[in-house]
């Protein structure tokens, strides 16, 4: 079992940025794929980024690539998601997932087994 607890959302205005954290419990969070979701009202909770289980492999939705970075510290079973030059567009709910059968990177929603609450997180004009 792995809980998964986020934070760093907030509001910020267009150009800004933030960085979300989630921490992970359990003992095997450094063999867990990770990845970060977002749903935004009225949508589908879409991919936004995915690690594996070392840092070594990244992927990003085509729409937050080059503006946003997800990394891990594994002494700290914290996974990052560092998001620069935000746009309104980015506005929605922050996920936090982790995939226990994947060593690489995981880019679909159902290869996740554990999720966190969520983090809002606002982007104003």
């Known amino acids: 079992q792995v809980q998964l607890v986020e934070s760093g959302g907030g509001l910020v205005q267009a150009g800004g940025s933030l960085r979300l954290s989630c921490v992970a419990s359990?003992?095997?969070?450094?063999?867990?794929?990770m990845g970060w979701f977002r749903e935004a009202p009225r949508k589908e909770r879409e991919f936004v980024a995915a690690?594996?289980?070392?840092?070594?492999?990244?992927d990003y939705a085509d729409s937050v690539k080059g503006r946003f970075t997800i990394s891990r510290d594994n002494a700290k079973n914290t996974v990052y998601l560092q998001m620069n030059n935000l746009k309104p567009e980015d506005t929605a709910v922050y996920y936090c997932?982790?995939?226990?059968?994947?060593?690489?990177?995981?880019?679909?929603?159902?290869?996740?087994?554990?999720w966190g609450q969520g983090t809002q997180v606002t982007v104003s004009s």
């Open positions: 359990g003992r095997t969070f450094s063999r867990h794929a």
């Open positions: 997932a982790a995939d226990p059968d994947t060593m690489f990177t995981a880019t679909t929603r159902y290869q996740y087994d554990y």
């Open positions: 690690l594996s289980w070392t840092g070594g492999m990244t």
